[in-house]
């Protein structure tokens, strides 16, 4: 038995030593030396912007050099800046200058060309790139120019539509020109002569006469039975949007707009389950009286202890199916 050891030991030593020994040698590379134009940057001048960058390979590399090249050019542009004015839904509030920087930065630049790129390391490559200065401002100041179009012929086009796609219109040009403003403080920014403030102050327009729209907008609410139960989900809808719902019919309330409701109700039951089928018209009026929406939903509810309950469940999934779809959607209209 110690024999057997013995041997044991020895071949278990000799296939360790031949393991060894055949092992192959790792040969680390040797790290490059950075060039000069990545461990101090080229300045931008008035004919190139510059950027740097590395990453584990060129494409990741030049991502970064792109993101250097915005980063710098932020800066500057939220120098020029000691606060702007931005728009929620129903009023104005400050962007500060950090904020400017950050929506600036996120600009995407098409026009580069990779100046040089060297490698570092097996993971790691660096890059210089350069974009022309005129073609960047000039494609900004296209996209500024053709997107202002775009919003004056949509506006256009809404003119003679019902309030309620007017208003959404609006809303929505509002918010095609809000995405703007990085473009136009960026040009504002690296470019004299650019008119900024005229831009600003049509888009502040914009947002005074969306809220004149909006408070124009007046809903009234009718239904065939007097359905409290089904129109108080729809009015809770319209009012946590910000408009107004009259209790009756007025005439000089701006632009009027009628929803009417009108209710059918099936009963079944099954397995000892009472189903209740309320089907709901819902026909939206302008003043006038020219149908702008409709919709047809049905919803069922379930209950075991009478229709009144099941009815009851039905008029709760009416409520939770408009926080789900949006008023808009259920209407049939677009707001």
């Known amino acids: 038995m110690r024999q057997l050891t013995k041997f044991g030991l020895f ?17 680390l590379q040797p790290t490059a030396e950075l060039p000069s134009w990545y461990t101090n940057p080229p300045a931008n001048d008035a004919q190139w912007l510059k950027g740097v960058g590395s990453g584990k390979d060129v494409q990741s590399a030049t991502q970064e050099a792109l993101n250097d090249m915005l980063a710098k050019l932020s800066v500057r542009v939220e120098s020029q800046f000691s606060s702007e004015m931005s728009y929620s839904s129903h009023g104005f509030k400050e962007t500060s200058k950090s904020q400017i920087r950050s929506e600036v930065a996120n600009i995407r630049i098409s026009n ?36 202002f179009k775009a919003i004056g012929h949509a ?29 136009i403080w960026m040009v504002s920014g690296i470019a004299s002569g650019f008119d900024a403030e005229g831009y600003r102050n049509y888009v502040l327009s914009l947002h005074s006469e969306q809220e004149q729209q909006r408070r124009n907008l ?8 007097d359905d409290q139960s089904l129109l108080q989900p ?3 809808a319209l009012t946590d949007e910000g408009f107004l719902v009259a209790k009756t019919r007025m005439v000089d309330l701006g632009d009027l707009v009628s929803i009417e409701l009108k209710r059918e109700s099936l009963y079944s ?10 089907n709901i018209t819902l026909d939206t009026k302008d003043g006038a009286g020219n149908v702008i929406g409709s919709k047809l939903l049905s919803v069922k509810g379930h209950a075991t202890q009478g229709y009144e309950l099941a009815e009851s469940d039905a008029v709760n999934k009416f409520a939770a199916l408009i926080e789900q ?11």
């Open 11 to 27: 071949f278990l030593l000799s296939s360790l030593l031949l393991g060894c020994s055949s092992k192959k040698e790792v040969v």
């Open 112 to 147: 580069y060309e990779v100046v040089a790129a060297e490698k570092i390391r097996f993971d790691q490559y660096v890059v210089l790139i350069r974009s022309d200065r005129n073609r960047f401002i000039r494609s900004l100041a296209d996209e500024i120019s053709s997107g």
């Open 155 to 183: 506006l256009t086009e809404a003119k003679n539509d019902n309030p309620i796609k007017r208003y959404r219109v609006t809303q929505q040009s509002l918010l095609d020109a809000k995405a703007l403003m990085p473009a």
């Open 218 to 225: 007046v809903f009234y609410l009718s239904s065939s039975f």
């Open 234 to 236: 729809i009015r809770n």
């Open 269 to 278: 039951e099954y397995s000892g389950i009472q189903v209740a089928t309320v």
């Open 325 to 335: 779809e949006g008023i808009e959607k259920i209407l049939g209209i677009g707001l």
